[in-house]
């Protein structure tokens, strides 16, 4: 059974960086996508980047591009996400999702994705 485990969120100010991370364990294949998913209070589930095993393509939501970078640890099958100059608009639960299989155009739609983690929760606030 695939498990995903979040780390690293936390309350930050305006400005900071703050880096997250998931850890995956059970995965049998070498075939998939791991993504971040964020969800505001009120507001629907929506990605924010992903990467691909194993070829490491990253795709990004639009409005993110320049603000997340994310990365990999291949032998630890852990992803990052690296986010910079933190808003509040940037306070979410932060959800970690693998998708097996995936095509390019399904990475961005959250209904594809097989696992999903319990979740880490971003607090940007002065």
């Known amino acids: 059974q695939v498990q995903l485990v979040e780390s690293g969120g936390g309350l930050v100010q305006p400005g900071d960086s703050l880096r997250i991370s998931c850890a995956a364990s059970g995965l049998t294949g070498n075939s998939y996508a791991m993504a971040w998913f964020r969800q505001a209070p009120n507001k629907e589930r929506e990605f924010v980047a992903a990467?691909?095993?194993?070829?490491?393509?990253?795709f990004y939501a639009d409005s993110l591009k320049g603000h997340y970078t994310m990365s990999r640890d291949i032998a630890k099958s852990t992803m990052y996400l690296q986010m910079n100059s933190l808003k509040p608009e940037d306070t979410a639960d932060y959800y970690c999702?693998?998708?097996?299989?995936?095509?390019?155009?399904?990475?961005?739609?959250?209904?594809?994705?097989?696992?999903w983690g319990q979740g880490t929760q971003v607090t940007v606030a002065s």
């Open positions: 999702a693998l998708i097996l299989n995936p095509i390019a155009s399904t990475i961005r739609t959250r209904d594809r994705y097989h696992y």
């Open positions: 990467i691909r095993w194993p070829n490491g393509a990253t």
